[in-house]
């Protein structure tokens, strides 16, 4: 079954009691149980629910998992994985992540004791020499946020294995559509399902899916304990959006591979981020682990001043945090997803105050590309 069928019939879609076509929405917070004497399968929400159930498996599938395990937010499935770890554990992660993902590190990990060191996600042998005696995994994020920067997965896997550590990777921005982690040998995938599997805007979600049984176990165990679950207004929203979700994605990412191509030959920008275009210096690799470049990319203008009048003079992309609805979302890093992280460690990672971030939505790419034409055109104006 190929992945638009699956989207659809992949998993139970279908209320097989009823025969309705969309999966009920199970609106309780307990269930009448047959004898006090005996389990079942649900008997209180936190623990489950047949809505929620239905989403975590429709995701599993989609990634070829067995398991999947749906959370209140992205950073509730990042902060799961992560707080997985014991006292005296290290990890060893990507540098250029989401600033949330660095905020959970370095303000609420410390504290329980868990080290990581960041490494140059791009250089293979960064990850191999930062490996201690008390490494127990590597976290990636590929292609990361906001920079697009490419990890070799089956490298980084590779070197895991030969280490015996669990390898975790960030799969939001490629989604199960155009990467398959589990299939290169990772052990965790992670969404936010807030961006392109819901893809409307709509919702805050986050879903984590495994092969590993002993690994699910724990997830759910913090599923549970901490009480980070996914209402199942927002799993049965979810599954709406996964349906049209490879219908949104090949239009979405056609229109970022031409913005991409465009912003590149544009005398105004800097340079353009996206792993989609051959002079992107991790072009081959993405080739190799993900069928598309994706719909996000990212591009720097001279200056400040530059962004501002850029984004003032846009008609079509509106100005907001996240990604991955239908439509085009435009964000300023420095100000937005990696406000949290220092400046200092900011321009570290190269996330500079000209940088942009572009979620490409469902418009017409015609549309898209003229909007940010006469936008460029101010930008133009101005410098001159």
């Known amino acids: ?71 209140a937010s992205g950073m509730g499935a990042i ?15 990507c540098k250029s992540i989401y600033g949330g993902t660095f905020q959970l590190v370095n303000e609420v990990m410390n504290r329980f004791g868990i080290e990581v060191t960041f490494v140059d996600e791009t250089n293979l042998s960064e990850w191999e020499h930062a490996i201690r005696p008390n490494t127990r ?51 965790v995938v992670i969404h936010s399902a807030t961006k392109f599997i819901n893809g409307h805007s709509d919702v805050v979600a986050g879903l984590v899916i495994t092969n590993d049984e002993e690994w699910h176990k724990q997830i759910k165990l913090q599923q549970k304990v901490l009480g980070g679950i996914l209402g199942v207004e927002d799993c049965w929203l979810t ?19 031409k913005i991409s191509q465009m912003l590149e030959d544009h005398p105004v920008v800097k340079k353009v981020h996206y ?27 001279a ?30 890093p420095v100000t937005m997803s990696h406000a949290c992280v220092p400046k200092e460690e900011r321009e570290k990672q190269g996330i500079t105050e000209g940088l942009l971030r572009l979620s490409v939505g469902i418009e017409d790419t015609e549309d898209l590309i003229a909007d940010l034409e006469q936008a460029l055109a101010k930008v133009r104006i101005t410098v001159k």
């Open 275 to 301: 792993p989609g275009l051959p002079s992107h210096p991790e072009y081959d690799i993405h080739k190799r682990q993900a069928t598309s470049g994706g719909a996000v990319l990212s591009f720097e203008l």
């Open 79 to 93: 902060s799961a994985v992560l707080l997985s770890f014991n006292q005296g554990d290290h990890l060893v992660m």
């Open 239 to 257: 599954m709406r959006g996964l349906k049209t979700m490879g219908l949104r994605m090949e239009q979405s990412a056609r229109s970022a591979e």
């Open 1 to 71: 079954m190929k992945d638009k069928t699956k989207l659809i019939h992949g998993y139970h879609a279908f209320d097989e009691e009823t025969g309705a076509s969309s999966f009920p929405i199970y609106q309780c917070s307990t269930f009448k149980q047959a004898s006090i004497k005996d389990g079942q399968a649900y008997t209180y929400s936190r623990f489950g629910n047949p809505t929620r159930t239905a989403l975590e498996e429709a995701v599993a599938a989609l990634e070829t998992g067995k398991y999947g395990t749906a959370f």
């Open 303 to 332: 200056s400040q001043e530059a962004v501002y009048t850029f984004s003032d003079a846009l008609q079509i992309p509106i100005a907001a945090v996240s990604l991955g609805g239908v439509e085009s979302i435009l964000s300023y």
């Open 137 to 187: 995994g590597l976290y990636l994020e590929t292609p990361s946020n906001p920079l697009l920067s490419v990890t070799d997965i089956a490298g980084v896997v590779a070197i895991a294995k030969e280490h015996h550590l669990v390898t975790m990777i960030d799969n939001t921005f490629m989604t199960p559509q155009f990467q398959k982690p589990l299939a290169l040998g990772v052990d």
